[in-house]
Structures are given as structure tokens and as C-alpha cells.
């Protein structure tokens, strides 16, 4: 079954062309990803898809299946201004879901017990229980805990996790998703990961997680130079179609410039010839000269930059402590950094990894224990709330304020322009001015003022958000360079295990472990420390059954057959339990659990009952 067709859909901005006549078919169960690089449109696809804009072109279609229930996560999603977070999530017409919302407002007021009433019947007519627990399973997961929070104070990044929350739990056929792993931690993005990668959905994306496109993906769709190129299953099957097709271009464009020498030979000699096959062979000429001339991506450039020469001291994090309240963020830690260490920091959202950096440059002073620098360290700090560019500046003028050049290897220099090539900001785009780039070119051109400073210790706070994948491989290339340090955090879990050597993660209560390897390494280890399901222990104490009792022959058999029975499904009970703590769990997997616990302990409480019943009688 078809869900979208995009048919001849142009679209430009000024003399920026987009979309140059592109068409692309999305079909049910197809977990379709687009990328592209930063600016070249993605977005602007996804709102036409979403029918926030509309199309160019006189046959241009842009069709969505009309019995297809669609939902759309934009990059900076809207809601009420007075909404609460439980207006927000239950913002819908789904009748199960206005149930739902009825029955969580009556537990918020606990006084009126006749709306409490009223609203536990309904959640029964409904049948709406096994949808209250995914609502709650969702909302846990994506850490929205204070229904009653008003959205107008919510972060960025906590807006864009409820308008997430908000979705799934809608339950649409086609999900349209711009950037849904930005601004969630490890655990969240794999547990998304897994709910996505169910049979059946269908999924249209934005997204440069490349893990994501690995696991979950079935097509990838590449936009280039306004093209759309569409390339059948996950990351790695990308990046080999990608590359034969470069190939075929760089084949094709040596036998269109060989054969665009003899046209040209031809053409010098004819005269000034009108005849319709000339005129065709001209025109032929003109689409020949095109071929021969289009831009095919070149190897990138290595960037060996050279830092500031580091010294014996570098940084000491001696024992250090600090709370808000409370709360214990950092307990006693101690490290001493060593050069060019390349090291991670893990934790979810709000566990203070954030504040573990401001404590290592000296932003915010510890409680106890203390921070010392060595005095040749010169740190680069790339932060989640630093990117604040003037918007008058043109792109070139704002890496020139800091500086003109930086050193590289070997004596040279690397000018402020050609380092802004590099990180692929053209000639023409240099003189754009700041306020024209879009969020990911923003970011970019942010993380260039900070390698502009030439720092020889570098601290990238979530520096991957809104980079698409060549800027990705730019960076990584650059940091796996970088003559200094560098402490990373990031939610991309392909670019932490591409160039860290280990992991600083933080545990409970403000205690940090130092483990040494990346983190899909330490995520094994992790699993595999997981502690094995306790045994099952009786409920209650039984009898011997093997003594002379006043039972009969069959009430003998009877409790034998109960006591087997008790202990298997206790043996079932303790697995589901233990299986509810796997962070892995997809929403239809916890559903199915849970109902085949609710028959377990129904079973459980008759079939004890008829063994007391039955012991009693043993025990005369």
C-alpha cells in the first residue's frame, strides 16, 4: 500500500534551488531515512510532505494516502501557550487517549473521588488499560515526569522530547520525524531506536544518527544538488551504492570530456549552420558540456592542524565533589589527563555531565577536592548554549574576528577561508550573511570559531546535533588528528566509538566510573554484568507430602501436581519481573508481558489457595 507519492516537486528559495523536479515513493512498512548535507533542503521536504509548504512545478504532486493517520515531528515543535504537559501529550482526537487524559487529571485531584469514579468506569468501557500503561511506559522512558508543568518553561530540548512522547503515543501509520535523536540521551535514542525498528511501522525521517540508519532503516534517500538518489537498505549498503555510483559519475564524466574534445573540434569548424541536425548536435553539444562539467564530490582534504604545544601538566581532577541541594552530580572523582586522551562521558540527561565540563575548565568551583591546570593548557569548549553568532556578520567575518590563519604541520598556514572550505563553507557561501544559514550551518560555522582559537584541549559539549554526515566525517577526521586532548559528549554513538579510548559514565549518586574502551564496548560489558534472575522462592512454606496424611490417593497427586505447578509459574512470574528492567523492551513487548502477568497472578492466587486448602487437610 502506497502512503506518499512526491511527484515533479520543485522548490527554491530566491536563486537557491532545493528541489529540482525530484520524485520519491514511500510505501507501508518502508523505514525510509533522508540525509543530506546541512541546507541542501531536508527540511523544507519534510514540511512540504507535511503540508506546511507548498510545491513548485506545474505537475508537481505531493499525495499522502487519505485513510493514512500521519503524524509529524518538526525540528522545533509548537503548543499552546498555556498548556500543561498533560494538555500537551493528550492534545489529540483520539477517543482512547481523551479516556486516558480524563482518568490522569482525576488522579491529580484527589479530593473529588466521584470524578475519579467516573473516570475509572470509562477507562473500563474503553478498555483503555493496557493504553494507560504504554502512555506511562513512553512518558517514563522520555523522562516527563510533572504532568502539571507548564510547557512554556520547558527547555528546548525537553519541548522537543514531549512533542516526541506526544506522537508515539498518538500511534499514527506514518511518522515524519526531523532530527528525533537530538536532544535525547543514549538510553532514550536506543530505546527509540528499538520502538521504531518495529515490523510494520512506516517511518520518514531526517536523521545523521548513523547507528540509526544502520539498525532501523530499510532505504535511504540522499539529496544532492537538488536530486533526490534513493539507495536500498541501512548505513553501510549507503555508503557502497553511494561510492559505485561516484564511480559510474567519474567514469562517465572521462568519456563525456573525451567526447566533449571532439565535439568541440567539430564545432569550431562548422560555420554559422542552422540545419535541424546541426541545431541538434549543438543542443546535444550544450548537454554533453554539462555532463562533463558536474560536480563530483572529492576525496576530503586532511585537516593536520597543529595545536599549542602541550605541557607535562595537563589537567587534575583531584577528588572533586559538588551538589545543587540534595543532589550529588560529582562524588569524590579523581583523574589525572594525560596527553592526546581521547575520552567520552556517558550519563542520561541531567545527571550533570554538563556541569563535570564547566568544573574542568574552571567555569563553576567544586565543593571539595580540586581542579588544576597546566599552565600551557589552552582549552577549545564547544557548548550546547554557546551558539550565539552575530546575525550581521557575513560567514567569513565572524572566523576572521578570531583570527586570520591557524599553524598547521610542517611550518604552513591554513587561512581563515580555506579552513571554512574544508568544513564545506564555498567561496560563495562566506559571504552570506549569519542570519541567511540554516541551524545546522549555524553549528558548524560555531564550531569553527572554536577551532579557530587553536587549542591543544578540546571540550565538544553535544557538538554533533544538526551536522550532517560529510561534516561528521570532517570532524572525526580532524579530531582523530588533533595533537591535544579531547573530552566528548555526545548522544551520536557511532562518533563516540569512532575516536574515543574511554569512557568517563556516570552511575548513582554523583559517582563517575572510568571505563576503559567506547561505548558500545561498555554496553556489552554492562549487559553481561546484568545480575542473573534469582531463583524463585516459595511463597509459602510447604508441607511434606510424602508422610501419611488423611488425603485421598487423587488429593495426594492433586497438591504433588499444585506444588510443580505453583513453582513453575513463580519460575515465569520472577522472568517477567526481571525482564520489565530491560531498557530494550518495545512498547507492544511490555503490553504482551503485562497481560500474560495479570494471568499468572490470577492463576497463581487459586491454585495457592486449593494447596492451603489441601495442606490443611495433610496437616489432620
Not at 533526490?228 to 551504492?241: A, P
Not at 507492544?588 to 492466587?605: A, K, Q, V
Amino acid at each position: 500500500m502506497n502512503y506518499l507519492t512526491i511527484e515533479q516537486v520543485s522548490k527554491s528559495y530566491g536563486e537557491k534551488l532545493l528541489l529540482d523536479d525530484v520524485t520519491l515513493h514511500i510505501n507501508q512498512a518502508d523505514k525510509v531515512a533522508l540525509v543530506a548535507q546541512n541546507g541542501s533542503g531536508k527540511t523544507t521536504l519534510l514540511r512540504l510532505i507535511a503540508g506546511e509548504e507548498r510545491p513548485e512545478g506545474e505537475h508537481a504532486r505531493v499525495l499522502l494516502h487519505r485513510d493514512v493517520r500521519t503524524g509529524y515531528l518538526p525540528q522545533e515543535p509548537l503548543f499552546g501557550s498555556q498548556d500543561t504537559v498533560l494538555d500537551a501529550i493528550f492534545d489529540t482526537t483520539n477517543p482512547v487517549l481523551s479516556t486516558v487524559r480524563n482518568y490522569e487529571a482525576a488522579l491529580l485531584h484527589p479530593e473529588d473521588p466521584q470524578r475519579l469514579q467516573a473516570a475509572m468506569a470509562a477507562m473500563e468501557d474503553q478498555q483503555a488499560w493496557d493504553f494507560e500503561a504504554t502512555i506511562k511506559e513512553v512518558l517514563f522512558k522520555l523522562h516527563i515526569t510533572d504532568l502539571e508543568h507548564p510547557v512554556a518553561q520547558l527547555s528546548g530540548g525537553q519541548r522537543k522530547r514531549l512533542a516526541l512522547a506526544r506522537l508515539i503515543i498518538d500511534e499514527p501509520d506514518f511518522l515524519i520525524l526531523d532530527e528525533p535523536t537530538n536532544h535525547l540521551d543514549l538510553a532514550m535514542i536506543e530505546w527509540l531506536e528499538d520502538y521504531l525498528s518495529r515490523p510494520g511501522l512506516t517511518v520518514f525521517m531526517v536523521t545523521h544518527d548513523r547507528y540509526f540508519l544502520e539498525r532501523v532503516c530499510t532505504h535511504i534517500v540522499e539529496l544532492e544538488r537538488g536530486q533526490l538518489f534513493k539507495y536500498s537498505g541501512g548505513y553501510s549498503d549507503y555508503l557502497h551504492k553511494k561510492t559505485t555510483r561516484q564511480e559510474n559519475e567519474r567514469l562517465d564524466k572521462q568519456k563525456a570530456q573525451a567526447l566533449m574534445r571532439k565535439e568541440l573540434v567539430w564545432i569550431r569548424r562548422m560555420p554559422k549552420a542552422r540545419g535541424t541536425k546541426a541545431k541538434a548536435r549543438i543542443d546535444a553539444f550544450q548537454d554533453l558540456k554539462e555532463r562533463a562539467h558536474r560536480e563530483v564530490d572529492q576525496d576530503l582534504v586532511r585537516l593536520d592542524i597543529r595545536g599549542t604545544r602541550l605541557g607535562s601538566k595537563i589537567l587534575e581532577l583531584q577528588y572533586i565533589s559538588k551538589a545543587y541541594g540534595d543532589q550529588h552530580i560529582v562524588r569524590d572523582f579523581h583523574y589525572k589527563f594525560k596527553k592526546n586522551e581521547r575520552v567520552g562521558i556517558v550519563g542520561p540527561n541531567g545527571s550533570g555531565k554538563t556541569t563535570l565540563l564547566r568544573l574542568m575548565t574552571g567555569e563553576i568551583r567544586p565543593d571539595r577536592g580540586k581542579v588544576v591546570t597546566g599552565e600551557t593548557v589552552r582549552f577549545g569548549h564547544y557548548s550546547q548554549d554557546g551558539l550565539i553568532l552575530e546575525q550581521d556578520k557575513r560567514v567569513h567575518e565572524v572566523v576572521t574576528n578570531i583570527a586570520e590563519y591557524i599553524p598547521l604541520s610542517g611550518g604552513q598556514k591554513l587561512s581563515a577561508s580555506q579552513l571554512l572550505e574544508r568544513f564545506m563553507f564555498d567561496r560563495a557561501q562566506q559571504q552570506v550573511f549569519v542570519s541567511q544559514l540554516s541551524g545546522g550551518e549555524r553549528r558548524r560555522l560555531y564550531l569553527l570559531t572554536v577551532l579557530m582559537a587553536n587549542p591543544n584541549f578540546l571540550i565538544l559539549d553535544e557538538p554533533t546535533n544538526d551536522l550532517d554526515i560529510i561534516t561528521l566525517n570532517v570532524l572525526e577526521d580532524f579530531l582523530q588528528q588533533f595533537p591535544g586532548c579531547v573530552v566528548i559528549v555526545t548522544h551520536d554513538r557511532y562518533f563516540m566509538d569512532k575516536l574515543v579510548d574511554h569512557v568517563f559514565v556516570f552511575e548513582d549518586d554523583g559517582t563517575i566510573r572510568d571505563f576503559p574502551g567506547n561505548y558500545t564496548q561498555y554496553r556489552i560489558w554492562k549487559t553481561d554484568q546484568a545480575p542473573a534472575t534469582p531463583a524463585p522462592q516459595p511463597k509459602k512454606q510447604r508441607v511434606r507430602t510424602d508422610k501419611i496424611t488423611p488425603l485421598t490417593e487423587e488429593q495426594r497427586k492433586e497438591l504433588k501436581r499444585l506444588e510443580r505447578e505453583i513453582n513453575r509459574y513463580e519460575q515465569r512470574k520472577a522472568e517477567i519481573m526481571a525482564a520489565f528492567h530491560d531498557d530494550g523492551l518495545s512498547p507492544d513487548e511490555i503490553n504482551t508481558l503485562s497481560e500474560e502477568l495479570g494471568r499468572i497472578d490470577t492463576d497463581l492466587d487459586a491454585k495457592e489457595a486449593r494447596w492451603l486448602e489441601l495442606a490443611e487437610i495433610a496437616d489432620g
